[in-house]
């Protein structure tokens, strides 16, 4: 019998991390990155070193479509006889048979999102959730267009049916966001513009919208939209470095950028209703080579822990701890209350 979906009271009073990863990422493995994989159990012992109840968790990346050929440049070019048969298809089935099937006894801690290409094989992909979504639940999407080198601004045109099949299912729908130029593939501007042609579903931003005043004023003024704080200590550091170089300080929130704490502090005291902690489990941690945009690449050198973020959310009061590490996130799952 398939699993059932827990509703919203079987999670409320719970921690709850917002934002993780598990799976593999052999781009990363062959580049000799890191980091390059997680999973459900590992997931778990981290759970019990932070006290934290539940999990939001999703696919690490879509590499199993692509040539492994270009992984060493870091391209991904769709595979000529792929070992998924579409995006995020081997790695949503296999992270599903990972809490249900291979770790039931750890099912109740984890709330899984399906990752979906925002451009490529949208008909196959629809087919392939639709397949899946009979046999386990799912309780989000999680898009994130530079991990799959696929343009946000696609699900306004090829890629709207999957935004019809999240509203369908009432499935809220979690985006990788960037607040900066020089990666093209996940923009702010583009996704915003989704949010507004799409009011009935909800979006959550991840990494703090880079902590940009601007931004994060209009994700506060939209009903249906939260921020994450996904990776915070290396979003802090690497943004520390920039602001007030060779970005306008005016722009960003006016804090101490050497203590990722005090943004968190800042960031819900602003915002006590729209933030949600998450962890970006493993991924808070960052050293790779990502292509950015066409003929774009950075090399990324940032390296957190999980004990970091942890840090990040015991660094509030009880209540706001309350808020931003459970009740927002159950906002943004099951609709606000
Ligand atoms: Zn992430």
């Known amino acids: 019998m398939a699993p059932e979906k827990m509703m919203r009271a079987a999670w409320s009073g719970k921690v709850i991390d917002g934002h993780s990863h598990a799976g593999v990422s052999l781009k990363a493995y062959a580049l000799g990155e890191y980091p390059y994989a997680q999973t459900i159990e590992g997931l778990h012992e981290q759970q019990r070193t932070g006290g934290v109840d ?6 690490f990346s879509a590499d199993l479509y692509f040539d492994p050929a270009g992984f060493a440049e870091g391209q991904l070019t769709p595979a000529a006889a792929p070992l998924s048969p579409v995006p995020y298809g081997a790695e949503n089935r296999l992270l599903m048979r990972e809490i249900f099937d291979y770790c039931p006894e750890l099912s109740s801690r ?19 959730l639709k397949e899946l979504l009979k046999a386990y639940p799912a309780y989000g999407i999680k898009v994130n267009p530079v991990g799959c080198q696929s343009r946000a601004g696609a699900l306004l045109d090829i890629g709207a049916p999957l935004l019809d099949f999240a509203e369908e299912r009432d499935l809220p729908l979690l985006f990788h966001v960037t607040t900066l130029p020089g990666e093209e593939y996940s923009q702010a501007t583009d996704i915003f513009k989704i949010v507004e042609r799409r009011p009935r579903l909800r979006f959550c931003m991840a990494h703090g919208l880079l902590f940009h005043r601007a931004w994060l004023d209009r994700a506060e003024a939209a009903p ?114």
């Not at 539940?54 to 696919?59: C, G, L, Q, R």
């Not at 984890?110 to 392939?128: M, Y």
């Not at 203590?259 to 790779?288: E, F, N, Q």
Request: glycine share 8%; aromatic share 12%; hydrophobic share 40%.
């Open 54 to 59: 539940a999990t939001v968790v999703f696919p």
């Open 110 to 128: 984890f709330l899984p999102f399906v990752s979906i290409d925002p451009a490529r094989e949208v008909p196959a992909q629809l087919q392939a």
């Open 224 to 337: 249906n939209v939260w921020v994450d704080t996904a990776a915070l200590k290396i979003q802090v550091e690497s943004m520390g470095h920039e602001i007030g170089r060779t970005l306008s300080a005016g722009d960003f929130l006016d804090v101490d950028y050497t203590d990722h704490r005090a943004v968190m502090r800042s960031l819900c005291a602003r915002y006590p209703r729209k933030i949600i902690w998450g962890t970006d489990s493993p991924a808070y941690s960052w050293i790779c080579r990502r292509k950015q945009g066409e003929g774009i690449y950075y090399d990324f050198r940032l390296k957190g822990f999980y004990s970091d973020e942890i840090a990040a959310l015991k660094a509030l009061t009880p209540e706001l701890q309350a808020r931003v590490g459970g009740a927002n996130a159950l906002d943004f799952i099951f609709g606000p209350q």
